[in-house]
Nanobody, 120 residues
Framework: QVQLQESGPGLVKSSQTLALTCTVS??????????WNWIRQPPGKGLEWMGA???????YYSPSLKSRTSIFRSTSENQFTLQLTSVTPEDTAVYYC????????????WGQGTQVTVSS
């Protein structure tokens, strides 16, 4: 089965860079034609798609976050990483990684999520 696991710090300070890594097992992140996504959910709000990296290595970002977001991968480790710069308390959320197929944002596998709190 496909499993995704988020890892990274639970607490970061305002203005710093958040880095989270998703480790994938049961499927290669280079397999046609899947996309590997980062999604977050702030407290009391809905899910927000942040961006994705495709099987090809191409990246896609939410326009509202593009200036602060980078996604890259390590194919040898079967991992992909989210970096979010200049964080503020409004970036406090549960962060998820998830797989989608063609026609993005239909997610078939999710990580369990990891809580990230940004301190003032």
């Amino acid at each position: 089965q496909v499993q995704l696991q988020e890892s990274g710090p639970g607490l970061v300070k305002s203005s710093q860079t958040l880095a989270l890594t998703c480790t994938v097992s049961g499927d290669s992140i280079t397999t046609n034609y899947y996309y590997w996504n980062w999604i977050r959910q702030p407290p009391g709000k809905g899910l927000e798609w942040m961006g994705a990296i495709a099987y090809s290595g191409d990246t896609y970002y939410s326009p509202s976050l593009k200036s602060r977001t980078s996604i890259f991968r390590s194919t040898s480790e079967n991992q992909f990483t989210l970096q979010l710069t200049s964080v503020t308390p409004e970036d406090t959320a549960v962060y998820y990684c998830a797989r989608s197929g063609p026609g993005l944002r239909t997610y078939d596998y999710w990580g369990q999520g990891t809580q990230v709190t940004v301190s003032s």
